[in-house]
C-alpha cells in the first residue's frame, strides 16, 4: 500500500491527473491532463515566440487583457492542482498506510500541496502585483509615432525634500532613442539654464515671448527648472488638459522648454521622484557606484552663516562603494565639496541612475519583487501608455547592449547665463542624426 502512494503521489507532482486516470476518476484525470498538457503548450509557445518574435511577447505580455487571463489561468489551475492531490490521498487510503509509512507519505503529501499550488500562487500573485503596478505607471494614453525615426523622452528627477519649493525638477535630461536599433543618447541639460526659448504653439511663448527672462519671472529664480514650479503652482490653467493626459501643468511647460532649447519633439515624459529613489534602492539590495574624486564628497550638511558645512552625516572618498537607499539618495542630492558644484552632481544623479538600472537583472528582481513593485509604484510618474510598453522594453534590451552617447550642455562648452541656442540646437542635431 505505502509503495503504491508513493507511486500516485509522484506522478500528481510531475503530471496532474495521471493518478486518477492511472487508479481513480478517469473523467477528472483527463481534465486534470488536459489543463497540464495546454499549460505546457503554452509556456512552449512563449518559449518558441520569445526566439523568434520577442516583440510579441513582450507586447502581449505587458497587455492588462493578457496578464488578467494569464492570472485566471493560474489560479483555476492551481485549485485543479490541489482538488488532484487531496483525490490522490483518497486512491492511497492512508488510513490503510500501517506503522512510519502513514505519517511521512502525509508529510510528502503536504509537500506536494505547497510545491504545486504554491508555486501556482505565487505566480497568479507575482502576476497581479504586474497589473496593480503597471495600472498604478502607465495611463492609456494616445500612442505617439517616432519622428526622424527616434523616440525622445524627457527624463526628469524631481526632489520634494522640506527645504524645495515644490517637487521641481533638479536633474533635467532628454533621452533619444532610436526606434529601430534602440541606440540611446543622453543630453543632460542643466537646472540653471537661462533665457529659455519656448516652441511658437508653447502657451508659454504668449507670456515670454522673448525666451524665459534671468529676472521679471513669476518666481524667485528665473531659470530652467523654474519653470515648472512658476507654471505648476501659478500659472496651470495655461495647461487645462495636462492632467487629463497623465501629465502635469509643470511638466508640460518642461516639454515645452526642452523642446525650445533642444529643437526636438518629446513625445514622452518620465518623472522620477529623487526620494523615492531610497526605497528602490533598498528594495534592489542597494546599489555599486563608483565615485571619481578628486575631494572627498560629503554627505549631507548646510553651509552656516560662517560658510562652513554642518551638519555631514558621512564622508566618501574616492574609489568603490556599496551604497544602501539614505546613502544613495545623499550621494546624488549632495551639493557641496566638489569644485564642480551642481554640474557634478549632475554626474552623480546620472550614475544612481545607471547603477539602478545595472541592478535590473532577472534574478534579482524576482526575488525582491515585492519590494520593487511597491517602491516603483510610488517614484515613476510618466505620460508613456501601457499599450507602448512592450515595444519600449524591446527597444530596451536593445539599448542595454549598445553604447550609450551623452552630451552634457555644461560649462565650459556651454554658459548657462548666456547660451547659444542655435549651437547646441545643431550640435543636438548632428549627434541624433550620426547615432
Same mark, same amino acid.
Given at each position: 500500500?505505502?509503495?503504491?502512494?508513493?507511486?500516485?503521489?509522484?506522478?500528481?507532482?510531475?503530471?496532474?491527473?495521471?493518478?486518477?486516470?492511472?487508479?481513480?476518476?478517469?473523467?477528472?484525470?483527463?481534465?486534470?491532463?488536459?489543463?497540464?498538457?495546454?499549460?505546457?503548450?503554452?509556456?512552449?509557445? /512563449? =518559449? !518558441?515566440?520569445?526566439?523568434? *518574435?520577442?516583440?510579441?511577447?513582450? %507586447?502581449?505580455? $505587458? +497587455?492588462?487583457?493578457?496578464? @488578467? &487571463?494569464?492570472? /485566471? =489561468? !493560474?489560479?483555476?489551475?492551481? *485549485?485543479?492542482?490541489?482538488?488532484? %492531490?487531496?483525490? $490522490? +490521498?483518497?486512491?492511497?487510503? @492512508? &488510513?490503510?498506510?500501517?506503522?512510519?509509512?502513514?505519517?511521512?507519505?502525509?508529510?510528502?503529501?503536504?509537500?506536494?500541496?505547497?510545491?504545486?499550488?504554491?508555486?501556482?500562487?505565487?505566480?497568479?500573485?507575482?502576476?497581479?502585483?504586474?497589473?496593480?503596478?503597471?495600472?498604478?505607471?502607465?495611463?492609456?494614453?494616445?500612442?505617439?509615432?517616432?519622428?526622424?525615426?527616434?523616440?525622445?523622452?524627457?527624463?526628469?528627477?524631481?526632489?520634494?525634500?522640506?527645504?524645495?519649493?515644490?517637487?521641481?525638477?533638479?536633474?533635467?535630461?532628454?533621452?533619444?532613442?532610436?526606434?529601430?536599433?534602440?541606440?540611446?543618447?543622453?543630453?543632460?541639460?542643466?537646472?540653471?539654464?537661462?533665457?529659455?526659448?519656448?516652441?511658437?504653439?508653447?502657451?508659454?511663448?504668449?507670456?515670454?515671448?522673448?525666451?524665459?527672462?534671468?529676472?521679471?519671472?513669476?518666481?524667485?529664480?528665473?531659470?530652467?527648472?523654474?519653470?515648472?514650479?512658476?507654471?505648476?503652482?501659478?500659472?496651470?490653467?495655461?495647461?487645462?488638459?495636462?492632467?487629463?493626459?497623465?501629465?502635469?501643468?509643470?511638466?508640460?511647460?518642461?516639454?515645452?522648454?526642452?523642446?525650445?532649447?533642444?529643437?526636438?519633439?518629446?513625445?514622452?515624459?518620465?518623472?522620477?521622484?529623487?526620494?523615492?529613489?531610497?526605497?528602490?534602492?533598498?528594495?534592489?539590495?542597494?546599489?555599486?557606484?563608483?565615485?571619481?574624486?578628486?575631494?572627498?564628497?560629503?554627505?549631507?550638511?548646510?553651509?552656516?552663516?560662517?560658510?562652513?558645512?554642518?551638519?555631514?552625516?558621512?564622508?566618501?572618498?574616492?574609489?568603490?562603494?556599496?551604497?544602501?537607499?539614505?546613502?544613495?539618495?545623499?550621494?546624488?542630492?549632495?551639493?557641496?565639496?566638489?569644485?564642480?558644484?551642481?554640474?557634478?552632481?549632475?554626474?552623480?544623479?546620472?550614475?544612481?541612475?545607471?547603477?539602478?538600472?545595472?541592478?535590473?537583472?532577472?534574478?534579482?528582481?524576482?526575488?525582491?519583487?515585492?519590494?520593487?513593485?511597491?517602491?516603483?509604484?510610488?517614484?515613476?510618474?510618466?505620460?508613456?501608455?501601457?499599450?507602448?510598453?512592450?515595444?519600449?522594453?524591446?527597444?530596451?534590451?536593445?539599448?542595454?547592449?549598445?553604447?550609450?552617447?551623452?552630451?552634457?550642455?555644461?560649462?565650459?562648452?556651454?554658459?548657462?547665463?548666456?547660451?547659444?541656442?542655435?549651437?547646441?540646437?545643431?550640435?543636438?542635431?548632428?549627434?541624433?542624426?550620426?547615432?
Amino acid at each position: 500500500m505505502a509503495r503504491r502512494g508513493w507511486w500516485l503521489l509522484a506522478v500528481t507532482l510531475l503530471l496532474p491527473g495521471s493518478a486518477q486516470v492511472l487508479a481513480g476518476s478517469r473523467r477528472l484525470g483527463r481534465i486534470g491532463l488536459v489543463s497540464t498538457f495546454a499549460l505546457w503548450a503554452m509556456l512552449l509557445l /512563449a =518559449a !518558441l515566440l520569445t526566439l523568434v *518574435a520577442p516583440s510579441i511577447v513582450s %507586447t502581449v505580455a $505587458t +497587455l492588462d487583457s493578457t496578464l @488578467l &487571463v494569464v492570472q /485566471a =489561468a !493560474l489560479i483555476g489551475y492551481g *485549485a485543479l492542482w490541489l482538488l488532484l %492531490t487531496l483525490d $490522490t +490521498l483518497r486512491l492511497v487510503r @492512508l &488510513v490503510r498506510v500501517t506503522g512510519r509509512g502513514r505519517g511521512v507519505l502525509a508529510l510528502a503529501a503536504a509537500v506536494v500541496i505547497v510545491v504545486s499550488t504554491g508555486s501556482a500562487g505565487y505566480g497568479a500573485y507575482v502576476i497581479g502585483v504586474s497589473r496593480g503596478l503597471f495600472s498604478t505607471v502607465f495611463g492609456d494614453g494616445v500612442l505617439a509615432d517616432p519622428v526622424d525615426g527616434r523616440y525622445n523622452i524627457l527624463l526628469l528627477g524631481g526632489d520634494a525634500g522640506e527645504d524645495r519649493d515644490g517637487a521641481r525638477p533638479d536633474s533635467i535630461s532628454l533621452v533619444s532613442i532610436d526606434a529601430t536599433s534602440g541606440a540611446a543618447t543622453i543630453i543632460g541639460l542643466p537646472r540653471n539654464l537661462q533665457n529659455i526659448p519656448f516652441p511658437d504653439d508653447s502657451p508659454m511663448s504668449t507670456l515670454y515671448p522673448d525666451g524665459y527672462p534671468p529676472e521679471d519671472c513669476n518666481v524667485s529664480q528665473c531659470e530652467l527648472n523654474s519653470i515648472y514650479t512658476e507654471v505648476q503652482l501659478k500659472s496651470p490653467e495655461l495647461y487645462p488638459d495636462a492632467e487629463a493626459r497623465g501629465s502635469l501643468p509643470g511638466i508640460e511647460a518642461m516639454r515645452d522648454a526642452v523642446r525650445g532649447i533642444l529643437g526636438v519633439p518629446v513625445q514622452y515624459f518620465v518623472s522620477i521622484d529623487m526620494q523615492g529613489f531610497s526605497d528602490l534602492v533598498d528594495a534592489l539590495g542597494g546599489i555599486d557606484v563608483t565615485y571619481p574624486g578628486p575631494d572627498d564628497l560629503p554627505l549631507g550638511g548646510v553651509l552656516d552663516e560662517n560658510g562652513d558645512l554642518d551638519g555631514v552625516n558621512a564622508w566618501v572618498v574616492p574609489g568603490d562603494h556599496r551604497f544602501d537607499g539614505s546613502n544613495a539618495l545623499a550621494y546624488a542630492r549632495s551639493r557641496y565639496g566638489s569644485s564642480g558644484g551642481d554640474y557634478d552632481r549632475m554626474v552623480r544623479q546620472r550614475q544612481v541612475q545607471e547603477a539602478i538600472l545595472q541592478q535590473f537583472e532577472p534574478v534579482n528582481v524576482l526575488t525582491k519583487f515585492q519590494g520593487i513593485a511597491q517602491a516603483g509604484s510610488t517614484l515613476v510618474t510618466t505620460d508613456l501608455p501601457q499599450a507602448a510598453l512592450g515595444g519600449f522594453v524591446q527597444l530596451a534590451m536593445k539599448t542595454k547592449t549598445l553604447p550609450l552617447a551623452t552630451l552634457e550642455l555644461t560649462p565650459p562648452e556651454v554658459d548657462p547665463a548666456d547660451p547659444d541656442y542655435d549651437k547646441i540646437r545643431a550640435e543636438v542635431a548632428e549627434l541624433l542624426g550620426a547615432s
